[in-house]
């Protein structure tokens, strides 16, 4: 189960790595979308952006900025299990262990977060 579940994060960066996502206009509106939807990734409950106006950010989790400089694969892990990833205790949900976001959804996030300087 657990190699599984290793298996399957190894296949969805490798994934990244093929699909250029950073060109991709809608893919970051879709993903500025999840960020700011409070059903799906509901980011902005907890993180404000640097150099962004967001309507009504939390400030449970760090203002995010300098993301652009940040290897895609970083982020995804980030986002799939923080726990795992940053090996502390963090408020922050693992949005892709616990099957809250898709693959592809949180792929749209990244492209997202990625125009965040
Ligand atoms: C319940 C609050 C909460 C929510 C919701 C949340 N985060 Fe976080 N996030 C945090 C906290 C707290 C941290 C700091 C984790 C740590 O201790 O390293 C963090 C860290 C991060 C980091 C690393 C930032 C850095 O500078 O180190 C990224 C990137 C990030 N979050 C993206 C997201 C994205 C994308 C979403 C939505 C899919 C999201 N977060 C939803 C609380 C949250």
Request: aromatic residues 10%; positive net charge; charged residues 20%.
């Given at each position: ?35 700011t ?37 970083e ?43």
């Open positions: 189960m657990k190699v599984g579940k290793k298996l399957l994060v190894v296949s969805a960066i490798s994934g990244l790595l093929v699909t250029n996502i950073f060109a991709n206009e809608d893919l970051v509106k879709q993903g500025e979308k999840i960020f939807t409070n059903t799906k990734g509901n980011c902005i409950a907890c993180h404000a952006i640097s150099g962004k106006t967001l309507d009504g950010p939390g400030s449970f989790g760090p203002t995010l900025s300098g993301l652009s400089y940040w290897p895609e694969e982020l995804y892990k980030v986002i799939y299990d923080p726990y795992n990833t940053r090996g502390k205790i963090t408020a922050m949900p693992a949005f892709g262990k616990s099957g809250w976001l898709s693959d592809s959804e949180i792929k749209a996030v990244i492209a997202f977060l990625k125009t965040i300087n």
